[in-house]
């Protein structure tokens, strides 16, 4: 069960300085591209849900096309869920920045494609190979954001990651909705934007290299060439055994993190909502309630692990409520208090992982806790639906989904008091 997984401290650099500029011009433009190659992933899931209607009316004639179709949406989901381990270990071993860079112009070349190509079959292989590069490009930000920084200033970063990806999921949907109106073909030409930021990825991103000491010791300089592939290994084992725990719990708290966004009209359905504008309006207000979470993380200044039972408690709570409501607005409220939890729960989940890697083992680690977020994600409402049956409707799914959220961040409460690690880790600052 994931909550038997002893969560006991193994910070392998929160205690040493940052080998990058942490404030200025610089630093910024860095934050920024780092931020917009982490939406990428978010833009190829929700860009063409709009014109998906549009789509299966110009493939009408084509067999098969109903179920199709909607793989053009969902097929990179699961291509950065099956191939985000393999991302990670070409990162530690080929280098983080030219993977980085060459899958950031591959996603432009593959998302643009569906403009040229007239068979359902061949877009939908394209949208696969988004997938790919999508995997690359995740896994790519998310470990240079664990190279460049440490301590509070990591915690930070990561949660502004999830502020990010949340967000532009909003917003990329309006946007695929407004372009989409002059044909479902319009929207793949975003996809292009990708081949801007490539060339700014080459000149703003440092190259970064290992700090190789007890722990890590302060970082060499970094230098804004390629680096050369990934330094030799200290000796050290892959921490398979505590990364195996959190990608458990990652798998896990992705059911929890999707379930509002992808059952939210559903729900709403079964009591008797059915205007479009009020069921967007419901999951507007709930995904703010997960921006506000990953931002009240950014502030934390304690360890993630201990942070994770409350955490969960939190998720099981409003999974709670939504259980019990009778009527839309104890919904809402149910889904807020869950969304609250979940704007936090992925960047402790992401920052606990980050703190049980070395520099060599980052890429890899990464691709694996990549790989087990979108792994939960895609079965979500695969679990949701076989759950329905045996306790009477989605609600019920709903409610014991809540349940074992609760039981999770009882057995992790336990694991912390059990190896001594329950009493609050303050955050090392990171100098800037």
């Not at 929890?256 to 992808?262: D, I, K, M, R, S």
């Not at 709670?320 to 009527?327: D, K, P, R």
Request: glycine share 10%.
């Amino acid at each position: 069960m994931p909550g038997s997984v002893p969560l006991s401290p193994a910070a392998v650099d929160d205690t040493a300085p940052s080998p990058v500029a942490t404030s200025g011009p610089a630093h910024l433009l860095r934050l920024i591209l780092l931020m917009a190659g982490s939406c990428l992933p978010v833009l190829g899931a929700v860009l063409i849900a709009p014109v998906l209607p549009r789509m299966q009316e110009h493939f009408a004639s084509t067999p098969g096309a109903k179920a199709l179709v909607p793989l053009a949406l969902t097929v990179p989901a699961l291509s950065l869920a099956l191939l985000a381990p393999f991302a990670g270990v070409i990162v530690d071993r080929l280098g983080r920045k030219r993977l980085l860079v060459v899958a950031t112009v591959l996603y432009a070349v593959f998302g643009t494609a569906p403009l040229w190509l007239d068979s359902l079959g061949a877009i939908i292989a394209s949208r696969a190979l988004v997938g790919v590069a999508e995997a690359a490009i995740m896994t790519c930000c998310t470990t240079l954001i664990g190279d460049y920084y440490s301590g509070r200033q990591r915690v930070k970063y990561l949660a502004l990651q999830a502020v990010c990806t949340s967000a532009s999921a909003t917003a990329f949907f309006v946007v695929g909705g407004a372009v989409g109106s002059a044909g479902w073909r319009v929207p793949f030409w975003i996809y292009a934007v990708s081949l801007v930021i490539a060339p700014l990825m080459v000149a703003v991103l440092p190259n970064p290299a290992a700090r190789v000491a007890t722990h890590e010791a302060p970082a060499v300089a970094m230098t804004a060439t390629y680096e050369a592939p990934a330094v030799a290994m200290t000796g050290r084992p892959f921490p398979w055994r505590p990364l195996a725990g959190i990608c458990a719990l990652t798998f896990f708290g992705a059911m929890v993190f999707y379930t509002v966004p992808v059952e939210m009209a559903y729900l709403l359905d079964d009591l008797g909502v059915e205007d479009p504008g009020v069921i967007g309006l419901a999951t507007a207000i709930a995904s703010a309630a997960t921006v506000a979470g990953a931002l009240v993380f950014a502030r934390l200044k304690r360890s993630p692990d201990v942070a994770l039972p409350a955490v969960f408690a939190v998720c099981g709570a409003g999974f709670g409520v939504m259980f019990l409501a009778g009527s839309a607005p104890l919904l809402v409220v149910g889904a807020v208090v869950n969304c609250l939890g979940t704007g936090m729960l992925l960047p402790a989940l992401l920052t606990s992982a980050m703190s049980r890697l070395a520099f060599e083992d980052r890429g890899r680690g990464t691709g694996l806790w990549t790989s087990a977020f979108f792994g939960g994600a895609f079965v979500c409402p695969l679990v949701l639906l076989a759950l329905e049956p045996a306790v009477g409707g989605l609600a019920g799914a709903v409610g014991l989904l809540g349940a074992a959220a609760a039981v999770v961040a009882a057995g992790l409460w336990g694991a912390l008091r059990r190896t001594g690690a329950a009493h609050p880790r303050p955050l090392p600052k990171q100098p800037a």
